[in-house]
């Protein structure tokens, strides 16, 4: 400060004792009413407000020497002018004052369009102030802090588990059982009285260490409702396991709830009281060890962490920390760190710091594409561009400006030169063209085979082949044997007889008789229908469709067994060259050369990888794909569209790649799925980026 003089401190702050801090000393907490708002201090600067009141620099330091405060100096005193004026703590007077606060609000004022991106993806609407009601209902909950009621939980919990149990093939397969309008219903329903609990449970834990709750409501993320409760008057406990309990108290509520439901999800019936139990029993320990639990975001997870390391501010302080340690790494400037803690916690903070900023690359990547895809295309673009510049550019280019300001401090050491190392590397990874093959899901199969199925139903007679047996065509497989097939082909004839019969009757006037025209029209039909017949009597006698080798026999055939209409018997592969199909897009098909070897491997770690050489590149994209087990429904990675008749489209451009095996001698024995390094030109890692980045922007651009 430039005045030796000090600010006058506000006369509506309270100040309460906190807790102690790392190091066993004390600290105390500044409660600002106004803006509910709570500011931690330590020993020194509690030491320095005590002597506040003589109102001026000097003056403190003197009564410190005389009362034998030593510890601190002037600069210590500036220090905390200033930190108490940023935090309005003090009172501003005069022309000077309300000009600093005017520059201080505007200042804070944040523009309407930012204001509006960022609203849309978070915001809070306080729905009531349950202070009182807390107050007048606490006596209402205090069993459920007694041991005895979390020892009737633990035991219901205990044989709630053990029936679970038993009925454990039931409860797997209660999930799909759910997607009913009623299920929804009582599970949406659940879901609620779930997060009540979990925000009652905080406040009432608060209200009974004497802290104030001033508003509860619903606050949106990503356009997703969540309760919340403001819980910071906490901050006046100086008992660690005080705010422990009350941060951990929503997710020990839902935990009790999980138990008793499965208690009651055991001895309920079916029905809509049982599907809520059972929304319970799952939902609730999902979302207490996914969401809740999560230290990386702020809730409860987060401020238990925070609590159980005895670090304030954590995210604040752990990133000031982790970027001073990144900048020494690559740069060792040599700076004096923001904050000193003990080495395990200096560590602890750092990791957590780069862990928290892995997961938020991740999270506003997926909360981009979500945006995206939440809107229609033209602003689904817009806002995916605002979030990925906004959350995950913007920081990184801010961080690069602070170490290009600090270039000049950059002296040729150890930490530079790994610095200037690990970048080589990196840039020589992206940059050198080191990538020579196409990689793709493929199927390895004989060019030719076919499923003999049987016709109708019948009985096995006859069995002339074996497993791996060779076949020529028009070889008997199977005989079989049809009485009903038999009994129709004979009542067919005898039909035919009697109608020629009735016909001849009729001599030469038949033709003027209409009863003549109606046997004759008869006849034909019966005569027809007898081929038909005749033509299923061959069908009796399976024969093989070409030449090939017996595979997959039904190793349950038996002499005289009934077998049902469609059911496979036998597969026979053809013992011409076996081949191997793949698809690949567009802009890989570019880079395939004809030349060179592929390598096939199946998904079948007990099979070998297959050499093959590429025999056609397709010039046009392919219509369908009939290989169902390359697609995305079927376990691939072909994504595709299916149309009302059934067949595959993809949703992309993709040509076929038919290769051979360099071995043409073996056939395959079943059909194999894999994946097909192909030959291809070499192209470095950012080329692929460009490309693959570029034909993505390009797809969805499209209009």
Not at 451 to 474: C, D, H, T, W
Not at 527 to 536: A, F, P, R, T
């Amino acid at each position: 400060m430039a005045q030796d003089s000090l600010p006058l401190l506000r006369d509506d702050l309270q100040l309460h004792q906190g807790p102690l801090d790392q190091d066993g000393a004390s600290t105390w907490t500044i409660f600002d009413p106004v803006r509910n708002k709570y500011i931690r201090i330590g020993q020194k600067a509690f030491q320095i407000l005590n002597c506040w009141n003589k109102g001026s620099i000097e003056d403190i330091c003197q009564q410190a020497d005389e009362s034998q405060n030593v510890g601190f100096d002037a600069d210590d005193v500036k220090w905390l002018a200033d930190f108490l004026v940023k935090n309005e703590l003090v009172v501003q007077a005069g022309q000077q004052g309300v000009e600093a606060l005017e520059k201080r609000a505007n200042s804070s004022k944040i523009k309407w369009y930012k204001q509006l991106l960022h609203k849309y993806l978070f915001f809070k609407i306080p729905l009531f102030h349950p202070d009182r009601f807390l107050r007048q209902h606490l006596s209402w909950v205090q069993f459920f802090y007694h041991r005895i009621f979390f020892f009737i939980v633990v035991l219901f919990g205990a044989l709630g588990g053990f029936l679970l149990m038993r009925q454990w093939a039931e409860f797997t397969v209660a999930l799909p059982q759910l997607m009913t309008w009623q299920g929804i219903a009582w599970g949406g329903g659940a879901l609620i009285l779930s997060k009540i609990c979990h925000e009652l449970a905080h406040a009432f834990s608060a209200a009974r260490h004497n802290c104030r709750v001033p508003t509860m409501g619903v606050a949106f993320m990503v356009m997703w409702p969540m309760l919340y409760s403001d819980l910071s008057d906490t901050w006046r406990l100086t008992r660690k396991n005080q705010r422990l309990g009350v941060a951990g108290a929503g997710m020990i509520a839902e935990l009790v709830l999980a138990l008793l439901a499965t208690f009651l999800w055991s001895i309920l019936p079916d029905g809509g009281l049982r599907d809520a139990t059972f929304v319970l029993v799952t939902v609730t320990w999902i979302t207490t060890l996914a969401i809740n639990l999560n230290p990386f975001m702020r809730f409860d997870g987060y401020y238990l962490l925070a609590d159980i390391l005895g670090v304030e501010n954590l995210q604040d302080r752990s990133f000031s920390l982790g970027k001073w340690y990144l900048r020494e790494w690559f740069l060792g400037l040599g700076e004096k760190k923001p904050e000193s803690f003990p080495y395990k916690t200096e560590r602890m903070l750092i990791l957590y710091a780069y862990c928290t900023w892995v997961y938020r690359f991740f999270l506003f990547l997926g909360i981009g594409l979500i945006v995206y895809y939440l809107f229609f295309k033209l602003l689904g673009i817009f806002l995916f561009t605002v979030e990925i510049v906004w959350f995950i550019v913007l920081p990184i280019v801010r961080e690069l400006k602070v170490w290009w300001k600090m270039r000049n401090q950059i002296s040729f050491s150890r930490p530079v030169f790994r610095s200037f190392m690990l970048l080589a590397v990196i840039v020589g990874a992206l940059v050198f063209p080191w990538q020579k093959h196409v990689t793709s899901d493929a199927i390895y199969h004989a060019s030719a085979s076919n499923n003999i199925y049987l016709p109708f139903a019948a009985q096995l007679q006859e069995v002339y082949i074996e497993e791996g047996m060779s076949v020529r065509k028009n070889d008997v497989l199977f005989s079989l044997h049809s009485p009903d097939l038999e009994y129709e082909v004979l009542q067919t004839k005898r039909r035919i007889e009697i109608k020629k019969v009735l016909l001849d009757r009729y001599g030469a006037q038949r033709e003027a008789t209409n009863r003549w025209i109606v046997l004759k029209k008869e006849l034909g039909e019966e005569v027809s229908k007898l081929k038909g017949l005749e033509k299923q009597q061959k069908l009796l006698k399976v024969q093989a469709p070409f030449d090939g080798v017996v595979r997959e026999l039904d190793n349950s055939l038996s002499i005289g067994r009934w077998l049902g209409k469609k059911q496979l018997l036998t597969k026979i592969v053809s013992q011409n060259t076996p081949e191997i199909l793949a698809y690949v897009n567009e802009r890989d098909r570019m880079h395939l050369l004809e030349a060179g070897t592929a390598l096939f491997i199946p998904k079948d770690f007990h099979q070998p990888s297959i050499s093959a050489h590429v025999v056609e590149i397709a010039d046009i994209n392919t219509p369908a794909i009939e290989q169902a087990g390359l697609v995305d429904v079927f376990g691939g990675s072909v994504a595709v569209t299916k149309s009302p008749n059934g067949t595959l489209i993809p949703k992309e451009g993709l040509y076929r790649v038919r290769l051979t095996p360099v071995d043409k001698t073996i056939s395959p024995e079943q059909t194999s799925f894999g994946r097909v390094h192909l030959p291809a030109e070499t192209k470095s890692l950012i080329r692929s980026f460009v490309e693959t980045a570029g034909a993505v922007l390009i797809r969805e651009t499209g209009f």
